[in-house]
């Protein structure tokens, strides 16, 4: 029997109904309620993303709170809220090599068939299974493949290299199990958002070396350079969602010694990216600080020998991709990448 997330906070259930109301308005209406069209370099911001950046500045949703586990509710929170009630064949949760991890199955699953390992985002201070239950629920159904998402370590309790230790880890767990899973180990993909995107590639780098078997790699919006100081960051590192003062906290606390910023599994683009490097999508959004760091790290795979397709989304900010239960542009951009993930592993 399919199963369904817990949306019975009163909270989340009353923001949830708000947001749903307001994107239900005619395109006239939400125009006058949220002001002029944003446009920069051309690229005006999507009417329904100009919607949540302006609920943001007035509920004052941030995501530096009071506290790290605050700052982790409210991701989970926000999550449910964009995330809706997303159905799902079954799920269960397992050990995945000694990292808690969450196995999602699609209701017209094969017997054998392709599987994502899946890392979530969330600064690598915030996220877990909960934060992108919805997602990984949608990308299951939708690229009719099984998900296991990873809940690795998190800083400040376990810093660098904590993460990349433990998605390898999973990983590894991942292509042992591949029989028990109903995993097809030539259709394999990793795939992220944000931190996850990094420690997605992280993976991949790790499979290519060690000669594991990996198809694709889904990466999203992903984390590259520790040290970027790009024209994206300058353009959008205030009023659009993801924030340079959420993105230095988020650093600092990840890797307390600064010495490792130089470390390849933190600024992917000072990595030596090995032969055989599995073919790579990665998705920028148009208004996302990332950006410009994400289509560089595609270039440098490029570089290195690997296919790579990328894809700007314009009129999106970061996140765009967990926006699958709320209305009309979120859920078709995540659509898209549904549908990438399912060609990728055909």
């Avoid at 590192?237 to 990840?254: P, R, V």
Wanted: with cysteine.
């Amino acid at each position: 029997m399919p199963t369904l997330p817990d949306l019975s906070g009163a909270t989340v259930r009353a923001k949830r109904s708000a947001l749903l109301a307001l994107l239900a308005l005619p395109a006239p209406a939400l125009r006058r309620l949220v002001g002029p069209a944003v446009v920069i370099d051309g690229d005006p911001v999507d009417l329904e993303t100009q919607l949540t950046l302006w609920l943001g500045e007035k509920t004052g949703d941030d995501q530096l709170a009071e506290s790290i586990d605050a700052g982790r509710r409210q991701l989970v929170e926000s999550a449910r809220i964009v995330g809706g009630r997303q159905p799902i064949g079954a799920t269960r949760d397992l050990d995945a090599g000694g990292v808690p991890a969450r196995f999602y199955e699609p209701r017209a699953a094969a017997p054998v068939g392709p599987l994502l390992v899946y890392f979530h985002g969330g600064g690598f201070i915030q996220g877990d299974l909960e934060s992108h239950d919805a997602l990984c629920r949608f990308l299951a159904e939708r690229a009719r493949t099984r998900v296991l998402s990873v809940d690795y370590r998190l800083a400040p309790e376990a810093p660098f290299p904590a993460a990349p230790d433990d998605c390898a880890a999973a990983y590894r767990w991942a292509v042992e199990h591949a029989a028990e899973l109903g995993a097809d180990p030539d259709r394999l993909a990793v795939g992220g958002d944000s931190a996850g995107g990094n420690l997605a590639a992280n993976v991949a780098i790790v499979a290519a070396r060690e000669g594991l078997p990996l198809r694709f790699q889904l990466l999203l919006y992903p984390v590259t350079n520790a040290y970027a100081e790009t024209a994206s960051r300058k353009l959008f590192g205030e009023g659009f969602f993801l924030t340079s003062e959420f993105m230095d906290y988020a650093l600092e606390t990840y890797i307390p010694n600064k010495a490792d910023y130089d470390d390849p599994r933190v600024t992917l683009l000072n990595a030596e990216l090995p032969a055989g490097l599995a073919p790579a999508w990665v998705a920028t959004a148009g208004f996302d600080p990332l950006r410009d760091e994400g289509e560089e790290y595609a270039e440098r795979m490029r570089a290195a020998g690997a296919q790579v397709v990328t894809r700007r989304f314009g009129g999106q900010i970061h996140g765009f991709a967990s926006i699958v239960g709320a209305g009309r542009s979120g859920p078709a951009a995540a659509a898209e990448v549904a549908a990438t993930l399912r060609a990728g592993l055909a």
